[in-house]
C-alpha cells in the first residue's frame, strides 16, 4: 500500500481519526518496532546556515504493527555535529499510536531551520551533521551546514585563498581562484571580487546550467534561468552591468572557471562556464581567474547529462547555492 492508498483508505481515515482526535495526555516514544523498517534522509547533501533542512522519514510495514502516533505528526532528533554532542530537536505530535497493515508505505518530510540543528556552527566552515531520530533504528543521515556567505564581509576576507563551493543537484564542486606564483596576487582580481560579491548577495542561488556541451564545457549563472517562462532569454542574462576584461596567461584546461561574455571583450557580468575538456582556443579570448579543485566526478556528471536543442540539459541541473569559504586577511 502506498502513502496515498493508505490516507485514501476510508478504514485507515477512520483509525486516524479515532486515534488523533481523541484528548490524550500522554505521547509515545518511537522505539524499534517489528514489522516495521525506518529510514531517514535529506535530498540535499549540504543545506545553506540561513535555510531549511528537509528530512524525509519513510516507514515500510512488513508486518501489522501499531507505531507511535508522533512518527506521523512529530518528530523527534538526535543530533551530533563534528562527532560532538548537539542539541535534541523535537517537535510534538498528537502521541498516541496507530495500527498500520503489512504493505503500507508512508513517507513524509519534516521541514526544520538549519540553525535548530546547529546554532553555533563555526562561520568558516562546514558544520558536519548526524541526525538520527530518537529510539528508531535505521532512521538516520547526515548533511552538512554551510556558511551564510550574506554575513561574510569582503574587505576582510584573502580572496586570493578563499574559496567557493558550488552546490548543484549533481553534486558539490569547490573553485579557488587562480593567482599568479611569482607573486601570489590573483590574475583576474575584478572577476574574483564579482563572483563573491554575487554568491555573497545570494545571486547565483537556484540557477541553473542551461548550456551543457560535454567535452567542452558547462555554462550557468544567467539570471533568467531560474524562471522556466523566460527559458527564451535564457543565455541573455546578466546582474545589470558589465565589467572590463581581464585576459591573462591562464590556460583553458578541463576544470578551468572562466567567464561567459559576448562579441564584446568588455561584456562579461555574471555567467561563467567550467571547462570539461581542454580548450586552448579560448586562451586570451575569455577571462579565466579559477579552477576546479574537488568535484570533478560533478563536473563529469553534468557535462554528461542528455541535452535537448540549444545544449539545454533535459533535467534540469540546479545550481543550489554558492557558498563562500572565507579566509582572514
Not at 566552515?125 to 548533511?143: D, P
Not at 548543484?168 to 601570489?184: N, R, W, Y
Request: proline letters at 5%; a neutral charge; glycine letters at 10%.
Amino acid at each position: 500500500m502506498t502513502v496515498a492508498t493508505f490516507f485514501g483508505n476510508p478504514l485507515m481515515l477512520r483509525i486516524l481519526t479515532a486515534v488523533f482526535g481523541a484528548v490524550l495526555t500522554l505521547g509515545v516514544s518511537a522505539q524499534d518496532i517489528p514489522g516495521v523498517r525506518a529510514t531517514l534522509s535529506t535530498p540535499r547533501s549540504i543545506v545553506a546556515a540561513g535555510g531549511n533542512v528537509d528530512l524525509r522519514l519513510l516507514l515500510e510495514v512488513t508486518q501489522d504493527a501499531d507505531v507511535p502516533g508522533d512518527l506521523l505528526s512529530g518528530a523527534s532528533f538526535d543530533v551530533r555535529i563534528d562527532d560532538k554532542a548537539g542539541p535534541h530537536v523535537e517537535e510534538k505530535g498528537k502521541g498516541g499510536t496507530v495500527h498500520l497493515v503489512a504493505g503500507t508505505r508512508i513517507e513524509r518530510t519534516v521541514s526544520m531551520p538549519a540553525s535548530r540543528f546547529a546554532p553555533n556552527a563555526d562561520g568558516s566552515g562546514f558544520a558536519v551533521v548526524a541526525v538520527s531520530w530518537t529510539g528508531l533504528a535505521g532512521a538516520n543521515c547526515v548533511f552538512k551546514i554551510a556558511p551564510d556567505s550574506s554575513k561574510i564581509d569582503l574587505t576582510t576576507i584573502d580572496m586570493a585563498k578563499s574559496k567557493v563551493v558550488l552546490v548543484t543537484s549533481l553534486g558539490e564542486m569547490t573553485i579557488s581562484f587562480t593567482v599568479d606564483k611569482a607573486t601570489g596576487k590573483l590574475k583576474a582580481p575584478g572577476h574574483v571580487e564579482n563572483f563573491l560579491k554575487l554568491c555573497k548577495e545570494g545571486f547565483y542561488d537556484g540557477t541553473k546550467f542551461h548550456r551543457v556541451i560535454r567535452n567542452f564545457m558547462i555554462q550557468g549563472g544567467d539570471p533568467f534561468t531560474k524562471d522556466d517562462k523566460k527559458m527564451a532569454m535564457w543565455g541573455q542574462g546578466d546582474p545589470g552591468y558589465k565589467i572590463p576584461a581581464e585576459f591573462n596567461d591562464t590556460k583553458h584546461v578541463r576544470g578551468t572557471l572562466s567567464m561567459a561574455r559576448s562579441s564584446d571583450p568588455n561584456s562579461a557580468g555574471s555567467q561563467f562556464f567550467i571547462v570539461h575538456k581542454d580548450s586552448n582556443h579560448l586562451d586570451n579570448q575569455y577571462t579565466a581567474f579559477g579552477s576546479l579543485e574537488a568535484g570533478a566526478d560533478t563536473l563529469d556528471s553534468i557535462a554528461n547529462t542528455p541535452v535537448a536543442a540549444g545544449d539545454r540539459p533535459l533535467t534540469p541541473v540546479v545550481l543550489f547555492a554558492a557558498v563562500i569559504l572565507p579566509v582572514a586577511k
